[in-house]
């Protein structure tokens, strides 16, 4: 009797580099591993093995393969892999992934609420998304991800894998995924992967004479010197080293009686007995050439089903009874070719797909075409509606049966399905399919064409759906208005794509098709993707131009009922309006919400949410909202929104001087957007770290972000005012160069006048008012035009404005006015630490001339912030005025940071401070002098100026103090 059970010879270089990959996952050092090799090579044996090397760690399992069925079904590996876990894996806590959850349960149901909508990017999130969950399925143990199969998965999966495959590092997960060694997109990446040294590709090679005769052996339970060298001799010549053909071959032997078990072991009955078959062909042609007619034919129908099949089609396909199903299934001979499927209940499955190959290559050309008909009419009638890989299955029958244009409906259908679950790669193929089968000139083929275009499109392939546009004027049945449809979903494409040059194209095609007498409901959507793209182009009129194309769209839709088209305008109207009427501004985004609950629109109400926060922090500060925003953007699964949420949070935080926080938060999303390729967040996010290193005073680091924001393709003039404004000017500042600090403002406010942004903090309301009020150059009517105008209500600017303000008042000779000029700056500016602290330091030197208000208190509080966060020359130009103006200022000794703010502030020394300590306990002169290492005198000294400081009347009131003050 033979031994059937999956044996692993051959291979100990593989199964050592397996077990390495696995030690390293179970330490948190993921990483992939690819097996790749021809046709039963044992690439699926191998992979086996790797799972028991990862059950036996300990490790998390999750496992799927590509499509036997259809070799074009989205996701079939990933979602039988996420499945695998839910029904065997144990808890995982799904709440830890947060937007990312909805976007796998549109995968698997069982994971929570499907995304409200697919946003641009969804594929890459699905990519990330599945990232996150197998570190936390491994959380502690490791996850072994195998993917069988990959040559038949979708372009989907393989994008996924691909993602994975370079992301895999920093956690504890292993995939593993095994490739049939064509040339294909599955084996391409994987070569790549391996190329950049993101992978590990294990190219199986054929077996030698050696580890042949092992795996014979161990088939036959015998050492491998018992092996008969006849047998060996045929199982070498006629495998050429293949594994499955090795097993084949020697069943082959066995079951026709060339090769018996004798009481003396193994041996050939009948050296005169012709060699058995030296390939597989001929191996599956004689085992058919001994089963009867029926029996052929049920195997030569499931051939045509594919390597796996139910019972049910091929029931309906033979007309025969289950149990005579089964009792052919089961045959001596049949049961060498199929198996029940270990995975699926009432499914068999070949034990090879070469297998298949053999048996289809039996079949004659007409007896084929004819039974794959045949079969398609059984697939239909078992599945109605040929729900999920039906349709493509049941499409490449109707091919194979003779009946290209019914194959051709099938493919657009299952390019349409695709192009629905965000699979728009694999929907591209699919309908391209459809397109060289379907009639030309007909309303089919032009449907189809459209519906390719809008895939290529969803798949950001823009340059390849501008060349196939122009085919849909070619063709009849597609009406001008769907044409311009499409022409509109494309410039949308170049909006998200960075392409305005393309999107421009693309509107201005639209309109033409339109006519100069469309219905204003028909144009309206062109106008809102015009005026975004108008956003972008060069000149000093474009924000009205785009405000004006956005308005009319707004107002049209509303009244043609196309809500998402008035939610998209009335967002972009609220952006553009702000710096004119912020009250506007805000009512506008308001509605907008508004109409996105009316008509369950949950993506266009997180978009909305996320700029009336924005809003919200502009007017005073304040980032509830933004907060809320990034909520309910997790809660939906608005990956890109959320992001764009915490890059305002960002902002904030950094305005704040929360610098710590701001850091973290600003790494946390870069490290996920540039891994998503998610590309102007990225670009704003290297932005705000420009910003964050500039008010830290960190020119290098200021440098180094700027260089990464053009790495990211950022256009320097196009964000110049921030540039310049924002980072530039505060890094002059924190480096005492108000020369500098004057120059980038006037760049900011000279690059916002030749191309008008939506950026509001470029210092034309603020800082610049400020630098030019100390330097002398700003009048008070210059001064009243700037802070009139609805633009400068912005929280951040009031502070600068109303310390200019205090500058003006003080050279009119109103020291009252600048005194309470300088308060509201101080009230105003309670959320802005440095930009509070800045302005004291500016304002200072000028009160101190002036005579008012409390420059020798600012000063004190200047430098004590500028010491702490790290800015020695701001901190180093505050003691230097303290100094000049007759105040005392002590050296900052290591102990400073010890010393309460309230003592800091009064002028006690780090030596002060240690005496007035020992004073909790009521210590005499003596035995401080002596604590301390001082003389008595000295300490005398010490206790006489901590009363002077503190105001106390004597040292038992300066004792009771020290009580109070200083902590325990």
């Known amino acids: 009797m033979v031994n059937r059970s999956s044996l692993v010879v051959g291979r100990d270089d593989e199964l050592r580099t397996i077990e390495n990959a696995v030690a390293a996952a179970r330490d948190g050092r993921g990483g992939a591993v690819f097996l790749v090799g021809e046709s039963g090579i044992g690439k699926t044996r191998l992979a086996a093995a790797a799972a028991d090397i990862g059950y036996s760690a300990g490790m998390r399992l999750l496992r799927g393969r590509g499509s036997v069925l259809g070799p074009t079904v989205p996701y079939r590996s990933l979602t039988e892999a996420l499945l695998s876990l839910v029904r065997t894996g144990g808890p995982i806590d799904l709440d830890a992934l947060g937007p990312y959850r909805p976007i796998l349960a549109a995968l698997v149901p069982d994971l929570g609420p499907a995304p409200a909508d697919q ?6 999130i699905l990519a990330e998304a599945v990232l ?28 996924v894998v691909d993602y994975l495959t370079d992301n895999l590092a920093g956690q504890g997960t292993l995939l593993v995924g095994t490739i049939r060694a064509d040339q294909g997109q599955a084996l391409s990446f994987a070569r790549a992967a391996g190329v950049r040294g993101a992978c590990a590709l294990l190219e199986l090679g054929r077996l030698d004479r050696t580890d042949v005769r092992r795996l014979a052996a161990a088939r036959l339970s015998v050492e491998p010197t018992q092996v008969p060298d006849a047998v060996a001799d045929l199982l070498w010549a006629g495998s050429g080293g293949n594994p499955f053909r090795v097993e084949e071959m020697l069943d082959g032997m066995v079951d026709s009686g060339l090769l018996a078990r004798t009481e003396a072991g193994w041996r050939v009955t009948d050296s005169n007995r012709p060699t058995p078959p030296a390939t597989l062909l001929r191996t599956v042609g004689a085992r058919l050439e001994s089963v ?34 089964l009792s052919h299934l089961h045959g001596d ?10 995975q699926t209940p009432d499914w068999y499955a070949f034990q090879h797909a070469l297998i298949v190959d053999a048996l289809l290559t039996l079949v004659p050309a007409a007896e084929r075409a004819a039974l794959s008909g045949k079969v398609a009419d059984a697939v239909e009638s078992v599945y109605p509606g040929l729900p999920g890989e039906w349709c493509q299955v049941t499409a490449a029958l109707r091919l194979d049966s003779g009946q290209a244009v019914a194959a051709g409906r099938l493919w657009a259908m299952a390019g349409k399905r695709a192009l629905g679950q965000g699979a728009a790669q694999s929907a591209v193929a699919l309908l391209a399919r459809a397109c060289d089968l379907l009639a030309p000139d007909t309303g089919e083929r032009a449907a189809a064409l459209e519906s390719q275009l809008h895939a290529l499109a969803e798949a950001g392939e823009v340059d390849r759906a501008l060349a196939m546009v122009y085919l849909l004027d070619e063709v009849t049945g597609l009406p001008p208005d769907r044409r311009a449809r499409l022409h509109t979903r494309l410039a949308w494409v170049a909006v998200h794509a960075g392409r305005p040059e393309v999107g421009l194209q693309s509107v201005a095609a639209a309109r033409a098709l339109l006519g100069s007498g469309a219905p204003d409901a028909d144009t309206a959507a062109i106008d809102v993707v015009a005026a975004h793209l108008e956003i972008d182009v060069p000149g000093p009129n474009q924000l009205d131009k785009a405000e004006e194309m956005a308005r009319r769209a707004a107002v049209v839709a509303e009244s043609a009922g196309l809500p998402a088209v008035a939610c998209q305008a009335w967002q972009l109207v609220g952006a553009l309006t702000r710096q004119r009427d912020p009250a506007e501004a805000t009512a506008l985004l308001e509605r907008s919400r508004v109409i996105a609950v009316e008509h369950n629109l949950p993506i266009w109400e997180v978009h909305a949410l996320v700029r009336l926060g924005h809003d919200d922090a502009l007017r005073d ?11 309910s953007a997790s809660r939906i699964g608005a990956v890109t929104a959320r992001y764009q949420a915490e890059v305002n949070i960002a902002l904030q935080l950094i305005l704040r001087g929360d610098f710590d926080e701001a850091d973290r938060l600003t790494a946390q999303v870069l490290t996920a957007t540039t891994r998503l390729k998610l590309v102007e967040t990225t670009q704003y996010m290297l932005l705000h770290r420009t910003v964050l290193s500039a008010h830290r005073g960190r020119r290098a680091d200021m440098d180094e972000a700027l260089a990464q924001v053009r790495h990211w393709g950022g256009d320097q003039a196009h964000h110049a005012p921030r540039i310049h404004g924002l980072a530039g000017a505060f890094c002059a500042l924190m480096e005492e160069n108000h020369d500098l600090a004057r120059s980038e403002c006037a760049a900011a406010i000279h690059a916002e ?52 303000a205090a500058v003006l008042a003080s050279r009119a000779g109103r020291p009252e006015d600048a005194s309470a000029a300088a308060a509201r700056a101080i009230a105003t500016g309670a959320p802005y630490a440095m930009a509070r602290h800045l302005g004291l330091r500016l304002v200072a030197p000028i009160a101190l001339t002036g005579n008012w208000g409390q420059p020798i208190d600012w000063l004190r509080a200047a430098e004590e912030h500028f010491h702490r966060t790290g800015v020695p020359a701001v901190a180093g130009a505050c003691r230097t005025l303290l100094r000049k103006g007759g105040a005392t200022v002590s050296q900052r000794r290591e102990g400073t940071d010890e010393i309460p703010a309230a003592l800091r502030s009064a002028g006690v020394t780090v030596r002060e401070y240690e005496v007035l300590r020992l004073l909790v306990d009521r210590l005499c002169n003596r035995e401080i002098a002596d604590a301390l290492h001082l003389s008595p005198r000295t300490v005398e000294k010490h206790v006489s100026s901590l009363i002077a400081k503190t105001g106390e009347p004597n040292r038992i009131a300066l004792s009771k103090y020290a009580s109070t003050t200083v902590p325990s």
Do not use: M
Request: net charge negative; glycine share 8%.
């Open 292 to 325: 009867e007619p029926t029996a052929r034919e049920v195997l030569f129908t499931c051939a045509v089903l594919g390597k796996r099949f139910p019972l049910t089609v091929l029931q309906e396909a033979t007309g025969l009874t289950y149990r005579d199903l």
């Open 621 to 631: 500060g304040g980032i509830e909202r933004l907060e809320v925003a990034r909520d």
């Open 132 to 159: 996150r969950l197998t570190a936390l399925a491994g959380e502690g143990r490791g996850a072994l991800l195998i993917l069988d199969d990959l040559q038949d998965a979708d372009l989907e999966t393989l994008a």
């Open 333 to 342: 001979n049949a049961a060498h070719l199929v198996a029940p499927d270990e």
């Open 753 to 804: 006048n030749r191309n008008p942004t939506t950026f509001h903090l470029s210092g034309r309301y603020g800082l610049d008012l400020l630098l030019r009020a100390v330097s002398g150059d700003l009048t008070a009517e210059e001064f009243a035009t700037k802070t009139s105008a609805p633009a400068s209500r912005l929280r951040w600017d009031r502070v600068f404005s109303d310390f200019a």
């Open 119 to 124: 946003e641009p990017g969804s594929l890459v």
